[in-house]
C-alpha cells in the first residue's frame, strides 16, 4: 500500500531523518520525504505495518540530534533524475496501447520499493493556501516597512530618523525573517551551511553593526537588512504560489477518475466501488460514463474522449483489443473492457506520482547549485573571517 502525508516542516536534514526513522517501522518497504513540499510518502505491507506507528515515527524524527543524521540528501532529491516528461510521456503512451510495457516498473529514488503499490493514494495537502497566505502576509510586513527603513533616513532628518529606521526593521528582521534564522540554526546543528545561512549572517550583522552606530554615532544599514529580507521573502511568496498551482492540479487529476464501477458477474451487472475492481474483472461502459480502470477492450466499439491524457479534442475510436485508460470518457458506444491496471499502477495514478514527484524533488541545475552552495558559503564565510581579522590586525 502506499500513503502519503502532508503538512509537514521540513529541511533536508530532518527529512532524511524522517526517512531514517521511518524506514525502522516494521511493515515499511521504502520512504521518501519532500522538504519541498513538506510530504512524506511511505510504501508498506498493510498487514504487518501500523499507520499510527509511521506518523508516531515521523514525529519522533524531530527529536533526532542533527550529528546522528546521515550526511545526505534526501531519497525524493534524485526521482527527477530519469526524465520526469519522457516517463509521463511512456506511461500515456502504454495507456494507449502504443509502446510495450516493459519497464513501465519504476524505482522509488533510492529507496528498495520497485514497484507501485496496489491502491492507496492520498490526496495532495489541503494547506496549499495557508502556505501562501502566511508567506504573504511576510510580504506585506516586509515590503513596506522595508522601504520605511530605506526612506527614513533620506527624507528625515535628525537622530529620530535612525530609530524610526530601526524600529522598521526590527518586525522585518525578528518576524518577516524569522523561518531562515531558524533554517540556518538547523543548518548549523547538522553541520552544514546554506543560503538561509548567508542571509542570517548578512542580515543580523547589517542590524547589530546599525544598531551599535545608532548609539555611537555612524552610518546605519537597517535598509540593507531590512530589503534582503523582503526580497527574499517576496521569492518564498512566488515559490509557495507556483507549488500550490501544482497541488491543485494533482487534486483535479485525482477528481477525474472515477467513483464506481459496472462489473459483470456471472452475466449480472453488479455497480461496485472503483477500490473492489481487480485485475481481469469485466466492466460494462455505457455511453456518456467513465471507464474506471486501465483495460481491454473485449467487446463493442465506441469513441474514447483522452482529452485528460492527450490533449487530443476529438474522440479516439476504439474497438476490440485496443487499450484504454482510466477516467477517459465513453461517448457513444457500449463497451466491456477487462481491467489490467487498478489503483496506484493506472496511468492517472502514475501521472499524479510523477508530478508529486517532480513537484518534491529537484531539477539538475537546483543540485547543481546546491552542490555549488555546499562551497560556497564556507568560501564566503572563511574569506569574511580573514577580511575582519586583517581589518583588525592592520
Known sequence: MRLRASGFGMDAALAVAIEETVAEVAGVRAVQAYPRTGSVVIWYLPDDCDIAAVLAAIGRARDVPAASVPARAPYSASVGETGVLARIAGGILRALGLSSDAGSAQAAGGSSCHQPAPSCHGAPAADAKGEQRTWLRRVWLAVPLGLVSMAAPMLFGGAWAGWLAFA????????????????????????????????SLGTLTAFAYSTYQLFAGGPLFFDTAALIIAFVVLGRYFEARATGKTREAISTLLEM??????????????????????????????????????????????????????????????????????????????????????????????????????????????????????????????????????????
Do not use: Y
Not at 472515477?258 to 473492489?276: F, K, N, T, W
Open 168 to 199: 522598521a526593521t526590527v518586525p522585518v528582521q525578528f518576524v518577516a525573517g524569522w523561518p531562515f534564522l531558524v533554517g540556518a540554526v538547523r543548518q548549523a546543528r547538522a553541520g552544514s551551511a546554506g543560503m538561509d545561512t548567508l542571509i
Open 257 to 394: 477518475g472515477a467513483r464506481e464501477a459496472c462489473l459483470l458477474v456471472d452475466g449480472h451487472e453488479v455497480l461496485v466501488p472503483v477500490e473492489r475492481v481487480q485485475v481481469g474483472d469485466l466492466m460494462r461502459v455505457r455511453p456518456g460514463e467513465k471507464i474506471p480502470v486501465d483495460g481491454e477492450i473485449v467487446d463493442g466499439r465506441a469513441a474514447v474522449d483522452e482529452s485528460m491524457l492527450t490533449g487530443e479534442s476529438m474522440p479516439a475510436e476504439k474497438t476490440v483489443g485496443d487499450r484504454v485508460a482510466g477516467a477517459t470518457v465513453n461517448t457513444d458506444g457500449l463497451l466491456t473492457v477487462r481491467a489490467t491496471a487498478v489503483g496506484a499502477d493506472t496511468a492517472l495514478a502514475q501521472i499524479v506520482r510523477l508530478v508529486e514527484q517532480a513537484q518534491g524533488g529537484k531539477a539538475p541545475v537546483q543540485r547543481l547549485a546546491d552542490r555549488v552552495s555546499a562551497v560556497f558559503v564556507p568560501a564566503v564565510l572563511a574569506v569574511a573571517a580573514l577580511t575582519f581579522a586583517g581589518w583588525t590586525l592592520l
